[in-house]
Protein backbone atom coordinates (compact mmCIF):
# COMPACT_ATOMS: atom_id res chain seq x y z
CA UNK A 1 0.00 0.00 0.00
CA UNK A 2 1.06 3.78 -0.87
CA UNK A 3 2.15 5.45 2.08
CA UNK A 4 1.32 8.92 1.59
CA UNK A 5 3.74 11.95 2.84
CA UNK A 6 3.15 13.34 5.93
CA UNK A 7 1.00 16.71 5.31
CA UNK A 8 2.59 18.75 7.70
CA UNK A 9 5.86 17.71 6.12
CA UNK A 10 4.59 19.13 2.97
CA UNK A 11 2.78 22.08 4.01
CA UNK A 12 6.68 23.32 5.16
CA UNK A 13 7.41 22.67 1.86
CA UNK A 14 5.43 24.34 0.35
CA UNK A 15 6.24 27.58 2.62
CA UNK A 16 9.85 27.11 1.61
CA UNK A 17 9.29 26.76 -2.36
CA UNK A 18 9.64 23.24 -2.50
CA UNK A 19 7.40 20.93 -3.96
CA UNK A 20 7.93 16.67 -4.48
CA UNK A 21 7.67 15.19 -7.77
CA UNK A 22 8.60 11.59 -9.27
CA UNK A 23 10.53 9.90 -11.87
CA UNK A 24 7.06 8.77 -13.41
CA UNK A 25 4.02 7.35 -12.58
CA UNK A 26 5.14 3.86 -10.75
CA UNK A 27 8.17 5.42 -8.68
CA UNK A 28 8.64 4.22 -5.43
CA UNK A 29 10.20 7.59 -4.20
CA UNK A 30 9.76 11.19 -4.46
CA UNK A 31 12.47 13.94 -4.87
CA UNK A 32 12.14 17.57 -3.87
CA UNK A 33 12.58 20.11 -6.39
CA UNK A 34 13.38 24.21 -5.46
CA UNK A 35 13.98 25.74 -9.35
CA UNK A 36 16.27 28.24 -9.95
CA UNK A 37 13.95 30.00 -11.74
CA UNK A 38 10.08 30.01 -10.75
CA UNK A 39 7.19 30.23 -13.05
CA UNK A 40 4.24 31.87 -11.78
CA UNK A 41 1.22 33.66 -12.91
CA UNK A 42 0.38 37.14 -12.15
CA UNK A 43 -3.37 37.70 -10.65
CA UNK A 44 -3.46 41.12 -12.40
CA UNK A 45 -1.49 39.58 -15.74
CA UNK A 46 -3.90 36.85 -16.87
CA UNK A 47 -4.78 37.32 -20.69
CA UNK A 48 -8.14 36.72 -21.45
CA UNK A 49 -7.88 36.19 -25.32
CA UNK A 50 -10.29 37.11 -28.01
CA UNK A 51 -11.44 33.83 -28.67
CA UNK A 52 -10.96 32.39 -24.49
CA UNK A 53 -13.18 35.12 -24.02
CA UNK A 54 -15.98 33.69 -26.93
CA UNK A 55 -15.02 30.05 -25.74
CA UNK A 56 -16.18 31.08 -21.89
CA UNK A 57 -19.45 32.77 -23.47
CA UNK A 58 -20.22 30.56 -25.79
CA UNK A 59 -21.84 27.95 -22.97
CA UNK A 60 -20.01 25.15 -24.46
CA UNK A 61 -18.08 24.59 -20.96
CA UNK A 62 -19.40 24.67 -17.19
CA UNK A 63 -16.76 24.57 -14.30
CA UNK A 64 -17.04 23.43 -10.85
CA UNK A 65 -14.70 23.84 -7.84
CA UNK A 66 -14.08 20.33 -5.44
CA UNK A 67 -16.59 18.19 -7.23
CA UNK A 68 -14.05 15.92 -8.90
CA UNK A 69 -11.02 16.21 -6.53
CA UNK A 70 -10.16 12.42 -6.96
CA UNK A 71 -10.68 12.22 -10.87
CA UNK A 72 -8.52 15.63 -11.25
CA UNK A 73 -5.56 13.95 -9.80
CA UNK A 74 -6.08 10.65 -11.55
CA UNK A 75 -6.74 12.48 -14.89
CA UNK A 76 -3.31 14.46 -14.70
CA UNK A 77 -1.55 11.60 -14.05
CA UNK A 78 -2.59 9.86 -17.60
CA UNK A 79 -0.49 9.67 -20.41
CA UNK A 80 -1.63 11.43 -22.84
CA UNK A 81 -0.82 12.27 -26.41
CA UNK A 82 1.18 15.43 -25.52
CA UNK A 83 2.29 13.97 -22.34
CA UNK A 84 4.02 10.46 -22.11
CA UNK A 85 5.03 10.35 -18.86
CA UNK A 86 3.84 12.23 -15.43
CA UNK A 87 5.50 13.27 -12.31
CA UNK A 88 2.39 12.30 -10.12
CA UNK A 89 2.94 8.65 -8.93
CA UNK A 90 0.68 6.89 -6.72
CA UNK A 91 2.60 8.51 -3.52
CA UNK A 92 1.60 12.15 -4.13
CA UNK A 93 -1.61 11.64 -5.40
CA UNK A 94 -2.49 10.33 -2.15
CA UNK A 95 -0.63 12.89 -0.34
CA UNK A 96 -2.85 15.30 -2.39
CA UNK A 97 -5.82 13.85 -1.58
CA UNK A 98 -5.09 13.66 2.40
CA UNK A 99 -4.62 17.72 2.20
CA UNK A 100 -7.60 17.85 -0.35
CA UNK A 101 -9.44 16.03 2.81
CA UNK A 102 -7.97 18.73 5.41
CA UNK A 103 -8.99 21.49 3.57
CA UNK A 104 -5.96 22.43 2.08
CA UNK A 105 -5.81 21.15 -1.69
CA UNK A 106 -8.61 22.26 -4.30
CA UNK A 107 -9.42 21.69 -7.92
CA UNK A 108 -11.19 23.48 -10.55
CA UNK A 109 -13.08 20.95 -13.12
CA UNK A 110 -14.11 21.67 -16.57
CA UNK A 111 -17.70 19.96 -18.01
CA UNK A 112 -18.76 19.21 -21.27
CA UNK A 113 -22.32 17.94 -21.44
CA UNK A 114 -21.61 16.05 -18.07
CA UNK A 115 -18.45 14.44 -19.28
CA UNK A 116 -15.24 15.61 -17.21
CA UNK A 117 -13.04 16.92 -20.05
CA UNK A 118 -10.76 19.08 -18.03
CA UNK A 119 -9.35 20.94 -14.86
CA UNK A 120 -6.63 21.45 -12.58
CA UNK A 121 -5.37 21.21 -8.63
CA UNK A 122 -3.41 22.64 -6.41
CA UNK A 123 -2.71 23.64 -2.81
CA UNK A 124 -3.36 25.96 -1.06
CA UNK A 125 -1.95 28.11 1.69
CA UNK A 126 -2.16 31.47 3.07
CA UNK A 127 -2.75 33.71 0.08
CA UNK A 128 -0.90 31.71 -1.84
CA UNK A 129 -2.07 28.79 -4.20
CA UNK A 130 0.69 26.28 -5.81
CA UNK A 131 -0.91 25.10 -8.96
CA UNK A 132 0.74 21.33 -9.78
CA UNK A 133 -0.70 19.97 -12.59
CA UNK A 134 -3.97 20.77 -15.24
CA UNK A 135 -5.17 18.39 -17.98
CA UNK A 136 -6.89 18.56 -21.15
CA UNK A 137 -9.29 16.43 -23.11
CA UNK A 138 -11.19 19.05 -25.20
CA UNK A 139 -10.32 22.34 -26.67
CA UNK A 140 -9.45 24.74 -24.47
CA UNK A 141 -10.71 22.92 -21.23
CA UNK A 142 -7.43 23.90 -19.29
CA UNK A 143 -7.82 27.20 -20.47
CA UNK A 144 -11.66 27.32 -19.24
CA UNK A 145 -10.30 25.82 -15.76
CA UNK A 146 -7.24 28.03 -15.26
CA UNK A 147 -9.53 31.24 -15.77
CA UNK A 148 -11.63 29.99 -13.39
CA UNK A 149 -8.99 29.41 -11.20
CA UNK A 150 -7.82 33.26 -11.48
CA UNK A 151 -11.04 34.50 -10.85
CA UNK A 152 -11.52 32.55 -7.90
CA UNK A 153 -8.24 33.95 -6.56
CA UNK A 154 -8.43 37.14 -6.90
CA UNK A 155 -12.20 37.45 -5.54
CA UNK A 156 -10.75 35.42 -2.42
CA UNK A 157 -7.74 38.19 -1.88
CA UNK A 158 -4.65 35.86 -3.01
CA UNK A 159 -1.41 37.57 -3.74
CA UNK A 160 0.53 34.16 -5.74
CA UNK A 161 -0.05 31.83 -8.26
CA UNK A 162 2.57 29.42 -8.40
CA UNK A 163 3.09 27.57 -11.62
CA UNK A 164 6.19 26.05 -11.10
CA UNK A 165 7.84 25.89 -14.56
CA UNK A 166 6.75 27.84 -17.34
CA UNK A 167 5.76 26.37 -20.59
CA UNK A 168 4.29 28.06 -23.91
CA UNK A 169 0.59 27.09 -22.51
CA UNK A 170 1.36 29.05 -19.57
CA UNK A 171 3.03 31.38 -21.06
CA UNK A 172 0.25 32.50 -23.88
CA UNK A 173 -1.36 32.88 -20.85
CA UNK A 174 0.46 35.68 -18.94
CA UNK A 175 2.91 33.11 -16.85
CA UNK A 176 5.65 34.66 -16.15
CA UNK A 177 8.91 33.38 -14.82
CA UNK A 178 11.29 34.80 -11.98
CA UNK A 179 14.23 34.26 -9.88
CA UNK A 180 14.67 32.45 -6.55
CA UNK A 181 14.91 35.15 -4.57
CA UNK A 182 12.26 37.52 -5.98
CA UNK A 183 10.08 34.27 -5.72
CA UNK A 184 10.90 33.88 -2.22
CA UNK A 185 10.02 37.34 -1.48
CA UNK A 186 6.87 37.09 -2.68
CA UNK A 187 6.06 33.88 -0.77
CA UNK A 188 7.14 35.01 2.07
CA UNK A 189 4.52 37.85 1.69
CA UNK A 190 2.00 35.28 0.81
CA UNK A 191 2.48 33.00 3.98
CA UNK A 192 3.92 35.06 6.46
CA UNK A 193 4.27 33.77 9.89
CA UNK A 194 4.32 30.50 8.61
CA UNK A 195 7.18 28.47 11.15
CA UNK A 196 9.07 25.52 10.31
CA UNK A 197 8.45 23.89 13.47
CA UNK A 198 4.46 24.41 13.11
CA UNK A 199 2.35 21.36 12.92
CA UNK A 200 -0.65 21.13 10.21
CA UNK A 201 -3.23 23.53 11.69
CA UNK A 202 -0.99 26.18 12.76
CA UNK A 203 0.68 26.29 9.45
CA UNK A 204 -2.54 26.28 7.97
CA UNK A 205 -3.82 29.23 10.08
CA UNK A 206 -0.30 31.21 10.53
CA UNK A 207 -0.63 33.73 7.64
CA UNK A 208 -4.25 35.77 6.64
CA UNK A 209 -5.50 33.21 4.61
CA UNK A 210 -7.10 33.37 0.90
CA UNK A 211 -10.86 33.14 0.64
CA UNK A 212 -11.25 30.04 -1.87
CA UNK A 213 -15.13 30.21 -1.57
CA UNK A 214 -15.55 34.37 -1.91
CA UNK A 215 -16.51 34.00 -5.59
CA UNK A 216 -19.45 31.32 -4.40
CA UNK A 217 -20.76 34.59 -2.17
CA UNK A 218 -19.90 37.44 -5.17
CA UNK A 219 -22.29 35.93 -7.36
CA UNK A 220 -24.58 34.75 -4.65
CA UNK A 221 -24.86 38.42 -3.20
CA UNK A 222 -25.60 39.74 -6.52
CA UNK A 223 -28.75 37.36 -7.16
CA UNK A 224 -27.40 35.86 -10.16
CA UNK A 225 -29.33 32.85 -12.05
CA UNK A 226 -26.43 30.56 -11.94
CA UNK A 227 -24.35 30.45 -8.89
CA UNK A 228 -20.42 29.38 -8.60
CA UNK A 229 -20.99 27.25 -6.10
CA UNK A 230 -18.57 23.71 -4.58
CA UNK A 231 -21.93 21.57 -5.52
CA UNK A 232 -22.91 22.67 -8.62
CA UNK A 233 -21.82 23.81 -12.15
CA UNK A 234 -21.37 27.59 -13.28
CA UNK A 235 -21.46 28.90 -17.19
CA UNK A 236 -18.34 30.64 -18.50
CA UNK A 237 -20.13 33.89 -19.05
CA UNK A 238 -19.86 34.03 -15.09
CA UNK A 239 -16.17 33.31 -15.12
CA UNK A 240 -15.44 36.09 -17.27
CA UNK A 241 -18.31 38.44 -16.04
CA UNK A 242 -15.74 37.40 -12.50
CA UNK A 243 -12.42 38.06 -14.21
CA UNK A 244 -13.66 41.59 -15.30
CA UNK A 245 -15.23 42.56 -11.87
CA UNK A 246 -11.97 41.39 -10.05
CA UNK A 247 -9.15 42.74 -11.82
Known sequence: MTQPLDPALLLKAYAAGIFPMADGRDAPDVYWVEPRKRGILPL??????????????SGRYETTADLAFADVVRLCAEQAADR???????QIEASVA??????????IETWERGRLVGGLYGVKLGRAFF???????ATDASKVALAHLVA????GGFTLLDCQF????????????IDRSAYLAALVSAVAGVGAGADVSAVAG??????FSA???????????????????TSGCFIAQALVQTS
Do not use: C, Q, Y
Not at 44 to 57: H, M, N
Not at 215 to 233: H, M, N, Q, W
Open 44 to 57: DGFRLSRSLAKTLR
Open 84 to 90: PSTWINH
Open 98 to 107: LLHAGGHAHS
Open 131 to 137: GESMFSR
Open 152 to 155: RLRA
Open 166 to 177: ITPHLASLGAIE
Open 206 to 211: AAPSGD
Open 215 to 233: LDRLFEAEGSPRKTIVSGP
